[in-house]
């Protein structure tokens, strides 16, 4: 009963070095401690955050690359939590591989901006790199709001991570 709101961001595949989380606020809550821990609930990093967004290095936190952590965030002086994102911190060339499975194709160089931040996020998202996957839709979106092939494939997305919300929201 004390987790009070849900991040914003799915786990999966962290890349080594910078990842940006968001959460949704907790009612009048300006600053929120956000806390890394791992899978025997150590406390691995911790910082007092103002807003709900936040970017952190997994080399500042100390961060293992294939251990799997979980953050969250919550209220500095109350019980009230988000929700535990799980997340294992990988090598960035991973990430740069699964990138050049489709960088190379044909179809890819032919393709416009949005089209070709939609097929890297659906790459993203069959290689497990969850977070980055969410970020290329989002950008797809920012760039293309009325998008059709956009909003499908984010509210697709986000109806795999059983964010039936934000898949709703998404169609809109």
């Known amino acids: 009963k004390d987790i009070m709101t849900r991040s914003s961001c799915p786990g999966g595949k962290y890349i080594e070095g910078s990842n940006s989380v968001s959460w949704e606020p907790l009612k009048g809550t300006k600053t929120y401690t956000f806390v890394i821990q791992d899978m025997q609930h150590n406390i691995m990093f911790t910082t007092q955050v103002k807003?709900?967004?936040?970017?952190?290095?997994?080399?500042?936190?100390?961060?293992?690359?294939?251990s799997t952590y979980a953050w969250y965030v919550h209220h500095p002086t109350k019980k009230e939590v988000?929700?535990?994102?799980?997340?294992?911190?990988?090598?960035?060339a991973m990430e740069d591989k699964a990138l050049n499975l489709i960088n190379?194709?044909?179809?890819?160089?032919?393709?416009?901006?949005?089209?070709?931040?939609?097929?890297?996020a659906h790459q993203m998202e069959e290689e497990g790199f969850l977070l980055a996957a969410q970020t290329k839709y989002k950008k797809a979106l920012a760039i293309s709001p009325k998008n059709s092939l956009a909003?499908?494939?984010?509210?697709?997305?986000?109806?795999?991570?059983?964010?039936?919300?934000?898949?709703?929201?998404?169609?809109?």
């Open 51 to 66: 807003g709900t967004e936040y970017t952190f290095d997994t080399k500042v936190a100390k961060l293992l690359t294939d």
């Open 82 to 92: 988000s929700t535990p994102v799980f997340f294992t911190v990988v090598d960035k």
């Open 104 to 120: 190379t194709a044909g179809i890819y160089k032919k393709a416009d901006t949005v089209i070709r931040l939609l097929m890297e």
């Open 151 to 172: 909003k499908m494939m984010y509210s697709l997305f986000c109806k795999n991570l059983n964010e039936v919300e934000s898949a709703v929201k998404a169609l809109k």
